[in-house]
Each structure stands twice: as C-alpha cells, then as structure tokens.
C-alpha cells in the first residue's frame, strides 16, 4: 500500500481544512487508518483512526469535537475534516495504516502534509 496525503494549507484560527489520504493497492478497504501530526520540536503523536468499514472511530481529546475522519474505500481515499482550527494544530499531518486495528501497529505512512495555523 502506498499512501498519499494531501489538502494541507495555511488557515487561520478558526478556519477549516480537509485532509485526503489516498491509497493504493486493492486491499486499502481492509485497513484502519490512522491520522498522526509532529509539530516542529515535538514527538508525533495521534490525532484519529477509523475501522477498515468506517463503524468504528477514535480520537485525541485535542481534537474530539472539531475533527471528523471519514472513508470512502470505493475511493481508496480517507479524510480528516478539520474545524475550528487552531494555532496548536500546526504540524505535519501524515496518515498511515494498519492491518491489524486502530490501535496499530501502523505499518504503512504517507509523506505527511503541512497544516499552518495563524493566530
């Protein structure tokens, strides 16, 4: 599976985005995906993760209430909507996925995507 990320952007606080992470390979409908951001300085760490049937979804407490993953297999594609943004959400997004859960482990990752934040 290779993974690519994309949509990220400069917004300003309190603005929104939306993430893609397309996929390719046959077997993408089988997978959890998960979201990870690093900020620069920082270790990375998860924002949201989704079933491979898209039932089930997780998110950091940062984030719950403003984020929403979602899935459309048919697509290979997964999104991360992105509301009510804020400066602290600046980081590079990556998404990866995971042929076990949505608590990993992940094995596969994109190249990750720059979400700028201004106050």
């Not at 397309?22 to 077997?27: D, I, R």
């Not at 920082?42 to 089930?56: D, L, M, S, T």
């Not at 209430?65 to 979602?70: E, L, M, V």
Request: overall charge positive.
């Amino acid at each position: 599976v290779q993974l690519q990320a994309s949509g990220g952007g400069l917004v300003q606080a309190g603005g929104s985005l939306r993430l893609s992470c397309a996929a390719s390979g046959h077997t993408f409908g089988r997978y959890a995906v998960g979201w990870f951001r690093q900020a620069p300085g920082k270790e990375r760490e998860f924002v949201a993760a989704i079933r491979w049937n898209g039932g089930v979804t997780y998110y950091a407490d940062s984030v719950k209430g403003r984020f929403t993953i979602s899935r459309d297999n048919a697509k290979n594609t997964v999104y991360l909507q992105m509301n009510s943004l804020k400066p602290e959400d600046t980081a590079v997004y990556y998404c990866a996925t995971s042929r076990v859960s949505t608590s990993g482990p992940f094995d596969y990752w994109g190249q990750g995507t720059q979400v700028t934040v201004s106050s």
